[in-house]
């Protein structure tokens, strides 16, 4: 695998489920992101984390929880959501140097029911 | 607050034919620019970054943006579009996160049509 990759692709779940979400980088970095894309609106950051802590958390609901055991693994586990989640949700990574480009995944299409 | 502005949603342009897309921003100091491409069910892929020097950048595919201070503007251009250029793009500004990491703020894209 190369880049950065994103499991599952396609998830449909109600809102008394719990899922969770999987991203993982090949590409040696250091920070790693939680993105949000919804349609007509502009992507929303919501968790960002830096060799393994959490730097940036922008008002997500408690009902997303993010994990990063490792700088290669990044996690969003779900639970209570609302039918207003469903959306397509990106990570990304970057060498966490400055402003340094970040490498986005395909993206889980989440569809809440 | 940092933000970016595409004020064009849509975009049709016959292949062969030129192409601009803007982009207008509000940033508090020197702004890291971004332009990236987005397939329809793919990621995000970048076409280039502005971080300092010269103010033309040119990226991959054939694009090339402009940074503009006094305007606030970072137009992405390509001068003959393909039909395999639509998609929708994204400019984004970016700053430095204290804790490691940045942050990048998005417009909200403008859907690229290529007309054969």
């Known amino acids: 695998e190369t880049g950065v990759t994103q499991t599952p692709r396609h998830l449909v779940m109600g809102m008394t489920n719990k899922k969770s979400l999987k991203c993982e980088q090949h590409l040696g970095h250091n920070a790693m992101y939680w993105y949000k894309q919804s349609a007509k609106k502009p992507l929303e950051l919501m968790f960002v984390y830096s060799l393994e802590e959490r730097v940036e958390n922008n008002s997500v609901p408690s009902r997303f929880s993010p994990e990063c055991p490792n700088s290669s693994h990044l996690f969003l586990h779900l639970h209570t959501l609302q039918p207003e989640d469903s959306a397509l949700y990106l990570c990304?990574?970057?060498?966490?140097?400055?402003?340094?480009?970040?490498?986005f995944g395909p993206g889980t299409r989440l569809t809440v029911l | 607050a940092q933000s970016v502005t595409q004020p064009d949603i849509h975009i049709t342009v016959s292949e062969g034919a030129s192409l601009e897309l803007r982009c207008n921003y509000s940033y508090g100091a020197t702004p890291y620019l971004f332009w990236y491409v987005q397939s329809p069910g793919q990621g995000l892929q970048l076409l280039l970054k502005y971080f300092s020097g010269d103010t033309l950048v040119q990226g991959i595919k054939g694009f090339e943006a402009e940074f503009k201070r006094s305007q606030s503007s970072f137009n992405l251009r390509k001068p003959s579009v393909h039909w395999s250029d639509a998609a929708e793009y994204f400019c984004?500004?970016?700053?430095?996160?204290?804790?490691?990491?940045?942050?990048?703020?998005f417009g909200t894209g403008t859907q690229l049509k290529v007309e054969l």
């Open positions: 990304a990574s970057s060498s966490g140097i400055n402003s340094d480009t970040q490498y």
């Open positions: 984004a500004v970016g700053s430095i996160l204290t804790g490691g990491g940045n942050k990048l703020t």
